[in-house]
């Protein structure tokens, strides 16, 4: 196994990369392999691979769906008094937008 030491100067990137390191982990101890030994072995072929990759893009949209209906019951709840209001009615524009916002008159 190789060890290497990383410096980070962003805690999001080192999160990530702390989260593929504990998914690979898990990996190995469900299958017994690495991806590059499973590659290198043949285990699998790269329309397995491509199966893989669909199959977990199906499940992210799922994930993504079930957050949605998630957020309409937390929306139904605020409307009833139920939680206190989110702030998620604001969302800033996207870059590409950014010639069409209104910047008011310059100071």
């Known amino acids: ?3 290497r030491t990383i410096k980070f100067r962003d805690p999001v990137v080192e999160n990530v990369v702390d989260k593929f390191v504990s998914r690979s982990d898990v990996g ?4 017994g392999r690495t991806l590059h030994s ?3 072995g043949k285990h ?3 329309a397995g691979y491509l199966n893989d990759i ?5 499940d992210a ?3 993504i769906q079930a957050a949605r209906e998630e957020l309409l019951e937390d929306d139904k ?3 009833l008094g139920v939680n206190k209001p989110l702030h998620e009615s604001f969302r800033p524009p996207h870059p590409s937008h950014a010639d069409d916002l209104d910047y008011g008159t310059p100071i």
């Open 1 to 3: 196994m190789k060890s």
């Open 44 to 46: 699998k072929d790269l």
């Open 54 to 58: 669909q199959e977990e893009l199906m």
């Open 38 to 40: 499973e590659r290198t």
């Open 77 to 79: 709840e605020n409307i």
């Open 28 to 31: 190995y101890a469900k299958y």
């Open 61 to 63: 949209i799922l994930y």
